[in-house]
């Protein structure tokens, strides 16, 4: 069963940082995409960020030029820097894994921004 243990969430003040880490229980070159969704109160799940196998990344235009998804293929991890952090941005965040039969998930982070 893969396994996937994020940390990195918290409480930050508007305009602040935060960076997630998603570490794997297998080699993230199993995966074809690995990638963030985040889900605020009362609202549905949103994706935020996916890096390919290949490095490709795709980001929502909600985070874009604010938040960078990045890869250590040796450590098995994916990371999400946030920067410039907003209240709206407050939200459990999820790293997820897709292969070709299923897609993991990992327990979500909460992140909170402060105005």
């Known amino acids: 069963q893969v396994q996937l243990v994020e940390s990195g969430g918290g409480l930050v003040q508007a305009g602040g940082s935060l960076r997630h880490s998603c570490a794997a229980s297998t080699s993230i070159f199993s995966f074809n995409a690995m990638g963030w969704y985040r889900q605020a109160p009362g609202k549905r799940r949103e994706l935020v960020a996916t890096?390919?196998?290949?490095?490709?990344?795709n980001y929502a235009d909600a985070v874009k030029g604010r938040i960078t998804i990045s890869r250590d293929n040796a450590k098995n991890t994916v990371f999400l820097q946030m920067n410039s952090l907003r209240p709206d941005d407050t939200a459990v965040y999820y790293c997820t894994a897709l292969n070709a039969l299923t897609e993991f998930w990992g327990q979500g982070t909460q992140v909170t921004v402060s105005s």
């Open positions: 890096i390919t196998r290949g490095g490709s990344t």
